[in-house]
Protein backbone atom coordinates (compact mmCIF):
# COMPACT_ATOMS: atom_id res chain seq x y z
CA UNK A 1 0.00 0.00 0.00
CA UNK A 2 1.14 2.97 -0.54
CA UNK A 3 2.18 5.77 1.98
CA UNK A 4 1.27 3.47 5.34
CA UNK A 5 3.26 0.55 4.46
CA UNK A 6 6.56 2.22 2.89
CA UNK A 7 6.39 4.29 5.70
CA UNK A 8 6.74 2.10 8.18
CA UNK A 9 9.58 0.26 6.55
CA UNK A 10 11.20 3.65 6.48
CA UNK A 11 10.41 3.94 10.54
CA UNK A 12 11.78 0.41 10.97
CA UNK A 13 14.63 1.06 8.69
CA UNK A 14 16.08 4.36 10.45
CA UNK A 15 15.53 2.57 14.07
CA UNK A 16 12.71 5.28 14.56
CA UNK A 17 10.52 2.50 16.42
CA UNK A 18 13.16 1.53 19.46
CA UNK A 19 13.75 5.56 19.34
CA UNK A 20 10.41 5.60 20.44
CA UNK A 21 9.61 2.63 22.06
CA UNK A 22 8.32 4.41 25.63
CA UNK A 23 5.89 6.80 23.47
CA UNK A 24 4.58 3.90 20.99
CA UNK A 25 3.79 1.84 24.22
CA UNK A 26 2.20 5.13 26.38
CA UNK A 27 -0.23 5.85 23.11
CA UNK A 28 -1.80 2.31 22.41
CA UNK A 29 -2.24 1.84 26.41
CA UNK A 30 -4.43 5.00 25.60
CA UNK A 31 -5.95 3.63 23.25
CA UNK A 32 -6.56 0.43 25.38
CA UNK A 33 -7.73 2.34 28.52
CA UNK A 34 -10.50 4.19 25.76
CA UNK A 35 -11.73 0.87 24.25
CA UNK A 36 -12.08 -0.44 27.37
CA UNK A 37 -14.17 2.43 28.70
CA UNK A 38 -16.42 2.82 25.77
CA UNK A 39 -17.11 -1.01 26.25
CA UNK A 40 -16.62 -4.49 27.95
CA UNK A 41 -13.15 -4.63 29.90
CA UNK A 42 -13.29 -8.02 28.17
CA UNK A 43 -11.19 -8.62 24.70
CA UNK A 44 -13.42 -11.59 23.97
CA UNK A 45 -16.52 -9.25 23.92
CA UNK A 46 -15.53 -5.83 23.00
CA UNK A 47 -14.01 -6.01 19.35
CA UNK A 48 -12.32 -2.53 19.52
CA UNK A 49 -10.57 -3.81 22.66
CA UNK A 50 -9.64 -6.76 21.16
CA UNK A 51 -7.69 -5.01 18.44
CA UNK A 52 -5.78 -2.44 20.67
CA UNK A 53 -4.30 -5.53 22.74
CA UNK A 54 -3.43 -7.03 19.25
CA UNK A 55 -1.85 -4.06 18.39
CA UNK A 56 0.10 -3.66 21.93
CA UNK A 57 1.08 -7.09 21.88
CA UNK A 58 2.50 -6.99 18.17
CA UNK A 59 4.53 -4.19 19.11
CA UNK A 60 6.06 -5.98 22.30
CA UNK A 61 4.06 -4.24 24.99
CA UNK A 62 4.52 -5.79 28.23
CA UNK A 63 1.17 -8.08 29.06
CA UNK A 64 1.44 -6.00 32.43
CA UNK A 65 1.35 -2.77 30.79
CA UNK A 66 -1.89 -4.04 28.80
CA UNK A 67 -3.36 -5.75 31.69
CA UNK A 68 -2.97 -2.12 33.81
CA UNK A 69 -4.56 -0.04 31.27
CA UNK A 70 -7.46 -2.27 31.37
CA UNK A 71 -8.00 -1.95 34.93
CA UNK A 72 -7.61 1.68 34.74
CA UNK A 73 -10.62 2.16 32.84
CA UNK A 74 -12.73 -0.70 34.99
CA UNK A 75 -11.52 1.83 37.90
CA UNK A 76 -12.69 4.91 36.32
CA UNK A 77 -8.86 6.69 36.51
CA UNK A 78 -7.52 7.90 33.98
CA UNK A 79 -8.29 11.41 31.72
CA UNK A 80 -11.27 11.36 29.64
CA UNK A 81 -9.91 11.36 25.72
CA UNK A 82 -11.90 12.85 23.02
CA UNK A 83 -11.17 11.58 19.73
CA UNK A 84 -10.11 13.67 16.89
CA UNK A 85 -9.45 13.67 13.51
CA UNK A 86 -7.39 16.33 11.75
CA UNK A 87 -6.58 16.53 7.93
CA UNK A 88 -4.05 18.99 6.16
CA UNK A 89 -1.35 19.18 3.42
CA UNK A 90 2.41 18.63 3.52
CA UNK A 91 5.18 19.20 1.41
CA UNK A 92 4.33 19.26 -2.58
CA UNK A 93 0.65 19.07 -1.29
CA UNK A 94 0.54 15.25 -0.16
CA UNK A 95 -2.39 14.21 1.70
CA UNK A 96 -2.18 13.49 5.88
CA UNK A 97 -4.53 12.61 7.95
CA UNK A 98 -4.15 12.91 11.80
CA UNK A 99 -5.86 10.91 14.25
CA UNK A 100 -5.87 12.37 18.26
CA UNK A 101 -6.96 11.29 21.65
CA UNK A 102 -6.94 14.57 23.92
CA UNK A 103 -8.33 15.57 27.11
CA UNK A 104 -7.88 19.42 26.24
CA UNK A 105 -9.04 19.92 22.46
CA UNK A 106 -8.00 23.44 22.00
CA UNK A 107 -3.97 22.43 23.06
CA UNK A 108 -3.99 19.57 20.69
CA UNK A 109 -5.56 21.93 18.01
CA UNK A 110 -2.69 24.86 18.23
CA UNK A 111 -0.13 21.99 18.45
CA UNK A 112 -1.30 20.02 15.19
CA UNK A 113 -2.22 23.50 13.13
CA UNK A 114 1.50 24.95 14.26
CA UNK A 115 3.49 21.49 13.49
CA UNK A 116 1.79 21.69 10.18
CA UNK A 117 2.87 25.20 9.53
CA UNK A 118 6.58 25.15 10.83
CA UNK A 119 6.97 21.88 8.42
CA UNK A 120 5.93 23.29 5.29
CA UNK A 121 1.92 22.07 5.53
CA UNK A 122 -1.48 23.58 6.39
CA UNK A 123 -4.07 22.20 8.06
CA UNK A 124 -7.27 21.72 6.66
CA UNK A 125 -10.81 21.78 7.41
CA UNK A 126 -12.15 18.05 8.29
CA UNK A 127 -12.94 16.12 5.05
CA UNK A 128 -10.49 18.22 2.83
CA UNK A 129 -8.25 15.06 2.24
CA UNK A 130 -10.22 12.50 3.55
CA UNK A 131 -11.94 11.43 0.30
CA UNK A 132 -8.51 10.48 -1.21
CA UNK A 133 -8.74 7.38 1.68
CA UNK A 134 -10.59 4.81 2.33
CA UNK A 135 -11.44 3.40 5.93
CA UNK A 136 -10.26 0.19 5.70
CA UNK A 137 -9.37 -3.05 7.68
CA UNK A 138 -5.74 -4.44 7.38
CA UNK A 139 -4.56 -7.79 8.83
CA UNK A 140 -1.33 -8.93 8.87
CA UNK A 141 0.48 -12.61 8.79
CA UNK A 142 4.01 -13.49 8.70
CA UNK A 143 4.96 -14.46 5.42
CA UNK A 144 5.63 -18.48 6.74
CA UNK A 145 1.91 -19.12 7.85
CA UNK A 146 1.29 -19.98 4.03
CA UNK A 147 2.00 -19.81 0.38
CA UNK A 148 0.30 -16.72 -1.49
CA UNK A 149 -2.63 -19.17 -3.11
CA UNK A 150 -3.46 -20.29 0.56
CA UNK A 151 -3.95 -17.41 2.37
CA UNK A 152 -5.66 -16.00 -1.04
CA UNK A 153 -8.26 -18.58 -0.85
CA UNK A 154 -8.58 -17.73 3.29
CA UNK A 155 -8.90 -14.48 2.86
CA UNK A 156 -11.53 -14.36 0.16
CA UNK A 157 -13.88 -16.87 1.94
CA UNK A 158 -13.63 -14.96 5.30
CA UNK A 159 -14.85 -11.75 2.94
CA UNK A 160 -11.59 -9.78 2.44
CA UNK A 161 -11.26 -7.41 -0.34
CA UNK A 162 -7.48 -8.02 -1.17
CA UNK A 163 -4.20 -9.24 -0.17
CA UNK A 164 -0.43 -8.04 -0.56
CA UNK A 165 1.75 -11.39 -0.47
CA UNK A 166 5.59 -10.58 -0.20
CA UNK A 167 8.75 -12.06 1.44
CA UNK A 168 7.89 -10.01 4.56
CA UNK A 169 4.56 -11.60 5.12
CA UNK A 170 0.87 -11.24 4.22
CA UNK A 171 -1.26 -8.37 4.39
CA UNK A 172 -5.23 -8.85 4.03
CA UNK A 173 -7.34 -5.62 3.48
CA UNK A 174 -11.35 -5.55 4.01
CA UNK A 175 -14.19 -2.99 4.27
CA UNK A 176 -13.47 -1.43 7.32
CA UNK A 177 -17.01 -2.44 9.11
CA UNK A 178 -16.07 -6.13 8.17
CA UNK A 179 -12.99 -6.44 10.34
CA UNK A 180 -14.29 -8.23 12.86
CA UNK A 181 -15.61 -10.60 11.07
CA UNK A 182 -13.03 -11.02 8.50
CA UNK A 183 -10.22 -11.18 11.25
CA UNK A 184 -12.63 -13.40 13.05
CA UNK A 185 -12.74 -16.17 10.22
CA UNK A 186 -9.38 -15.92 8.89
CA UNK A 187 -7.96 -16.89 12.88
CA UNK A 188 -10.25 -20.12 12.58
CA UNK A 189 -8.11 -20.71 9.39
CA UNK A 190 -4.87 -19.42 9.46
CA UNK A 191 -4.11 -18.70 13.53
CA UNK A 192 -3.81 -15.84 15.32
CA UNK A 193 -3.02 -12.44 13.41
CA UNK A 194 0.52 -10.49 14.21
CA UNK A 195 -2.13 -7.45 13.73
CA UNK A 196 -5.59 -6.49 13.12
CA UNK A 197 -6.31 -2.76 12.73
CA UNK A 198 -8.27 -0.10 10.96
CA UNK A 199 -6.45 2.20 8.57
CA UNK A 200 -6.72 4.86 6.47
CA UNK A 201 -5.61 3.49 2.99
CA UNK A 202 -4.95 5.60 -0.09
CA UNK A 203 -6.74 5.74 -3.26
CA UNK A 204 -5.22 8.89 -4.64
CA UNK A 205 -1.21 8.87 -4.63
CA UNK A 206 0.60 11.79 -4.40
CA UNK A 207 4.30 11.23 -5.90
CA UNK A 208 7.49 12.48 -3.80
CA UNK A 209 10.85 13.72 -5.03
CA UNK A 210 13.77 12.83 -2.60
CA UNK A 211 13.49 16.70 -1.36
CA UNK A 212 9.63 16.28 -0.86
CA UNK A 213 10.24 12.77 1.27
CA UNK A 214 13.03 14.76 3.53
CA UNK A 215 10.32 17.52 4.50
CA UNK A 216 7.62 14.67 4.87
CA UNK A 217 9.64 13.01 7.30
CA UNK A 218 10.39 15.12 9.42
CA UNK A 219 6.54 16.71 9.42
CA UNK A 220 5.63 13.14 10.18
CA UNK A 221 8.23 12.95 12.85
CA UNK A 222 6.78 16.15 14.39
CA UNK A 223 3.59 15.31 14.27
CA UNK A 224 4.24 11.77 16.11
CA UNK A 225 6.12 13.55 19.19
CA UNK A 226 3.01 14.88 20.12
CA UNK A 227 1.65 12.95 23.09
CA UNK A 228 -1.94 13.42 21.89
CA UNK A 229 -1.44 12.17 18.14
CA UNK A 230 -1.99 8.39 17.93
CA UNK A 231 -1.44 7.94 14.05
CA UNK A 232 -0.27 9.84 11.30
CA UNK A 233 -1.17 8.34 7.84
CA UNK A 234 -0.07 10.01 4.22
CA UNK A 235 -1.08 9.04 0.39
CA UNK A 236 2.95 9.99 -0.48
CA UNK A 237 4.28 7.77 -3.41
CA UNK A 238 7.86 7.47 -3.98
CA UNK A 239 9.98 5.39 -5.97
CA UNK A 240 12.71 2.50 -4.51
CA UNK A 241 15.13 4.93 -5.41
CA UNK A 242 14.29 8.10 -3.58
CA UNK A 243 13.70 5.62 -0.22
CA UNK A 244 16.75 4.36 -0.44
CA UNK A 245 18.19 7.66 -0.03
CA UNK A 246 16.71 8.83 3.16
Known amino acids: MAGHSK ?7 KGRQDKLRSKLFSKLSKEITVAA ?10 PRLRMAVKEAKSNSVPKDVIDRAIKKSAAGEGDDY ?10 NGVAVIVEAMTDNRNRT ?3 VRSTFTKNGGNLGETGSVGFMFNR ?4 TYPADVGDDDTVMMAALEAGADDVESS ?20 E ?11 IWKPNITTEMDLTGMEKLMKLIDAL ?3 DDVQTVTTNFEASDEVLSQL
Open 7 to 13: WANIQHR
Open 37 to 46: KMGDPDPENN
Open 82 to 91: EEIRYEGYGP
Open 109 to 111: AST
Open 136 to 139: TGQI
Open 167 to 186: EEGHVIFCEGTELHAVSTAL
Open 188 to 198: AELGESESTKL
Open 224 to 226: EDD
